[in-house]
């Protein structure tokens, strides 16, 4: 097909144990698209299933750091354990930033598999199920079920085929963004790269004050918790047994919700602003590369700044998972620490999945400057 300058290819992103338990269904499904849209275009896809194949990896840091995203989907199979894979997650994230720096979003190209309800509502304090839920996504729940060598299952596989050259059709035809080259004066205009860089380096201070209250919540949590078993350890000394302990517990839950809610707080406007501004780190990334401008000492400095944070932010990453881990400890004490440590566990999860996005302007500023090294 002439409108697809590239070979196109698809990356699906799916749990091994969703496939396993569908009978290899999910990987059967890619296979058949790509078969029908090289029916339709007499041009193969290129499909990509398995993330432990090395040339998964090669092929998907070749693509996204050439931008070549124009010519290549990203199709997570959407279930509930999709949203618990941090690797799944991770992948969303990247896509996502990478494709709407390039004005290509429309490539992130979801399939809901197996019903997620806050995909449908839109109504969700996770950035993943909102960026999601924000896509037009192709509705496979009851698809699914099926026969697949039927005449429903085949029409559906052919919309989802033609939908994929209509895409491509129409990222072919789109002009890839470009960070203006001189500062822009005029309100008009395209901001230049220092003003993004200013805007960014503007983020990182706010970005570390609410990374420091983030560890600091989570010490006085720690220190609740500590001291929650050392009045269970006296009680149980004193015959209080179960009864007292639940009593303790319940105590604990109560004087926990305060600072539970507002680590919960600190964990969305951390993710939010992150994601807010992924596009705009990337294609300043992209400029600078394209420009060959490493050298220069505004933007030395500014990557310098870019790494140091992603570096602090790997450190931090190791203890708050260690605090996860205690969360899981506690969870089953009763039924009011349950929702506490849900919101626990959500508001630690979307630090983690801030630091997949540092870590991908660390490696792709790592690369940019390998480059003139």
């Given amino acids: 097909m002439s409108?697809?300058?590239?070979?196109?290819?698809?990356?699906?992103?799916?749990?091994?144990?969703?496939?396993?338990?569908?009978?290899?269904?999910?990987?059967?499904?890619?296979?058949?698209?790509?078969?029908?849209?090289?029916?339709?275009?007499?041009?193969?896809?290129?499909?990509?299933?398995?993330?432990?194949?090395?040339?998964?990896?090669?092929?998907?840091?070749?693509?996204?750091?050439?931008?070549?995203?124009?010519?290549?989907?990203?199709?997570?199979?959407?279930?509930?354990?999709?949203?618990?894979?941090?690797?799944?997650?991770?992948?969303?994230?990247?896509?996502?930033?990478?494709?709407?720096?390039?004005?290509?979003?429309?490539l992130l190209l979801p399939i809901l598999y197996i019903d997620v309800p806050s995909i449908r509502s839109g109504e969700s304090s996770d950035e993943v199920v909102s960026l999601i839920s924000k896509r037009q996504y192709e509705d496979w729940t009851k698809l699914r079920l099926e026969d697949e060598d039927g005449p429903v299952y085949r029409k559906a596989v052919h919309r989802l085929a033609v939908r994929l050259v209509e895409i491509l059709d129409r990222a072919s035809k789109v002009a890839l963004p470009q960070v203006a080259e001189t500062d822009a004066v005029d309100s008009d205009e395209e901001p230049g790269t220092l003003e993004l860089m200013a805007e960014a380096e503007a983020a990182l201070p706010r970005w570390g004050t609410v990374m420091a209250a983030f560890a600091s919540t989570i010490k006085e949590i720690g220190e609740m918790t500590r001291s929650a078993a050392s009045e269970m350890e006296r009680s149980d000394a004193r015959g209080g047994g179960f009864a007292g302990r639940l009593r303790l517990t319940r105590q604990l839950a109560e004087a926990m919700r305060g600072p539970v809610d507002h680590l919960g707080e600190l964990g969305l406007q951390y993710s939010a602003e992150l994601i807010t501004i992924d596009p705009a780190i990337l294609g300043i990334i992209r400029q600078v590369e394209s420009e060959g401008s490493t050298e220069s000492d505004s933007v030395r400095d500014f990557f310098v700044t870019i790494r140091d944070f992603a570096k602090q932010g790997r450190v931090n990453s190791v203890s708050f998972r260690e605090f996860m881990e205690s969360v899981d400890s506690i969870s089953g004490l009763s039924k009011a620490m349950r929702p506490l440590t849900r919101k626990m566990q959500g508001a630690v999860q979307k630090i983690l999945d801030g630091q997949s996005i540092l870590d991908e302007w660390d490696r792709r500023i790592d690369e940019v400057q390998g480059m003139e090294g």
């Avoid at 339709?40 to 840091?61: C, P, Q, S, Y």
């Avoid at 999709?82 to 429309?106: D, Y």
Wanted: hydrophobic share 40%; charged share 30%.
């Fill in 3 to 106: 409108a697809i300058d590239s070979p196109a290819a698809g990356f699906w992103s799916y749990t091994h144990r969703d496939n396993d338990i569908e009978g290899g269904r999910i990987q059967r499904l890619a296979l058949k698209i790509a078969n029908e849209f090289e029916v339709i275009t007499a041009e193969e896809l290129g499909v990509f299933l398995d993330k432990n194949d090395v040339k998964w990896g090669h092929e998907w840091r070749e693509r996204i750091d050439n931008a070549l995203t124009s010519a290549t989907f990203f199709m997570p199979v959407i279930t509930p354990r999709f949203f618990k894979s941090e690797e799944c997650r991770r992948e969303v994230l990247m896509f996502s930033g990478h494709a709407a720096s390039l004005g290509l979003e429309e």
